[in-house]
């Protein structure tokens, strides 16, 4: 059993402003999924992209939107979104402090048959 | 895409003070693992247990303590749990109000090969 508070865990820049860090990993043993947290800065955004694995996300603090190819939806704590594979989306914070979510995605991230 | 509240989604009681949603799940087009909110009581406890499917937990709110056959570790708010396959837990509300975590568990709950 792995028991720490996520903010122990290094955090890594993958975007402008957009920080994660990985809290349960494959070094954990985790067999399945990964489990990661993001903060992403007021104004900034996680790129615009799709990819052939889910995301299953839960807003922890903060205000924003999730963008899709069609719409946006609003964010804020306690909203869960899930990105199935192959959707277009980005998580943008509109609101003044950070935008802090759950993201949890396949071990694999190979394509789901 | 799906977003919504975790609040609109129905909880259900699995033992006494103890209730869970299953926020993201298999009829939402899941295909890999799913995404649960507990909440559990002050002074209730999940079932002490082992199972072949792992836990990812991210607690909150609230205050507790997660037990193991060896050990208890303390949980608060940004706490994050890896439980492996098998090993014996349980999650007990220790506080004043309710402890609420985020736990995701494969879709397939088989064991690990």
Redesign the interface.
């Known amino acids: 059993?792995?028991?720490?508070?996520?903010?122990n865990t290094e955090a890594v820049e993958d975007a402008p402003g957009v920080l994660h860090r990985v809290?349960?990993g494959a070094d954990?043993?985790?067999?399945?999924?990964?489990?990661r947290?993001f903060e992403v800065k007021s104004g900034s955004s996680t790129p615009f992209h799709s990819h052939s694995w889910?995301h299953?996300v839960?807003v922890?603090s903060g205000k924003g939107i999730?963008k899709?190819r069609e719409k946006e939806?609003l964010?804020?704590e306690?909203?869960?979104?899930?990105?199935?594979?192959n959707?277009d989306?980005c998580f943008i914070n509109t609101g003044s402090g950070p935008l802090r979510f759950?993201c949890?995605i396949?071990l694999s991230r190979t394509p789901?048959e």
């Open positions: 059993m792995k028991v720490h508070n996520y903010l809290v349960i954990d043993g985790a067999p399945t999924f990964i489990m947290v889910e299953e839960f922890l999730v899709g939806r964010l804020g306690g909203t869960v979104v899930f990105v199935a594979p959707e989306h759950i949890v396949p789901i």
